[in-house]
């Protein structure tokens, strides 16, 4: 039984909140408004996201202590704070990689729009007889 109330509950859906605002924001800006300041503010939510999940790791290995003190189970604590490490290390590492890469990213801009009024044609199968 958990001493923390709807505290953990609250921290979680949070968190999954802010991973998919982050997914889907990068995703726009990385295919529709790539300037530098829309790529600046995501490399900022990014690292900003990363340091969030480092610190909830330091607290839930806080919380790992206090429950081992009151003799209750702390496997739940462990793996989500085991989560949240990899997952501020994933999130460092791509801020690291965007920030190594911005000038080629803001070089070369994706547009989803069509140029030319093509239509799409399936490739043709081979007929095997």
């Known amino acids: 039984m958990s001493s923390r109330g709807g505290t953990e509950a609250f921290v979680s859906l949070w968190s999954s909140i802010v991973l998919l605002v982050l997914c889907v924001g990068g995703t726009v800006i990385m295919r529709k408004f790539q300037s530098s300041v829309a790529v600046g503010f995501f490399m900022g939510s990014v690292v900003a996201a990363s340091q969030m999940f480092l610190l909830m790791f330091l607290i839930l290995f806080g919380y790992i202590e206090d429950r081992l003190e009151n003799d ?58």
């Open 72 to 129: 209750l189970p702390v496997d739940g604590e462990r793996l989500n704070s085991f989560v949240c490490l990899v997952q501020s290390i994933l999130l460092g590492s791509f801020a690291a990689i965007l920030a190594a890469h911005r000038s080629e990213i803001l070089d070369q801009k994706i547009s989803v729009e069509e140029e030319d009024d093509v239509a799409y044609e399936a490739p043709k199968r081979l007929s095997v007889v």
